[in-house]
């Protein structure tokens, strides 16, 4: 079992930054590849950013990709999500995920076991 819990999530303005922490607890989390997504009101939750257990390889949505970084540090079970540049299109509740997958697969939601919570992120024009 793994736990996730989000953190850092809030009100931005377009163009500024914010940072969002995914804190994970259980065994094993650094076996999981880890992704964000975010979901809008009335809006299918959609694919972020994704690292690999390996921290080899990161992918992006091309949406976000060039303005959020995500990054993960296995002996401190957190990964983090910089986001840069910020516009109000990016407003949505962003949840942490864990899983163990194919990398053909990682920007679908289905093959990811765990989530945690959600925060919401807010950007102001």
């Known amino acids: 079992q793994v736990q996730l819990v989000e953190s850092g999530g809030g009100l931005g303005q377009a163009g500024g930054s914010l940072r969002l922490s995914c804190a994970a607890s259980?065994?094993?989390?650094?076996?999981?590849?880890v992704g964000w997504f975010r979901q809008a009101p009335g809006k299918e939750r959609e694919f972020v950013a994704a690292?690999?257990?390996?921290?080899?390889?990161?992918y992006y949505s091309d949406s976000v990709k060039g303005r959020f970084t995500i990054s993960r540090d296995n002996a401190k079970n957190t990964v983090n999500l910089q986001m840069n540049s910020l516009k109000p299109e990016d407003t949505a509740v962003y949840y942490c995920?864990?899983?163990?997958?194919?990398?053909?697969?990682?920007?679908?939601?289905?093959?990811?076991?765990?989530w945690g919570q959600g925060t919401q992120v807010t950007v102001s024009s």
């Open positions: 995920a864990a899983g163990i997958m194919p990398i053909s697969t990682i920007p679908s939601a289905l093959p990811y076991s765990y």
């Open positions: 259980g065994r094993s989390f650094s076996n999981y590849n």
């Open positions: 690292i690999t257990w390996s921290v080899r390889s990161t």
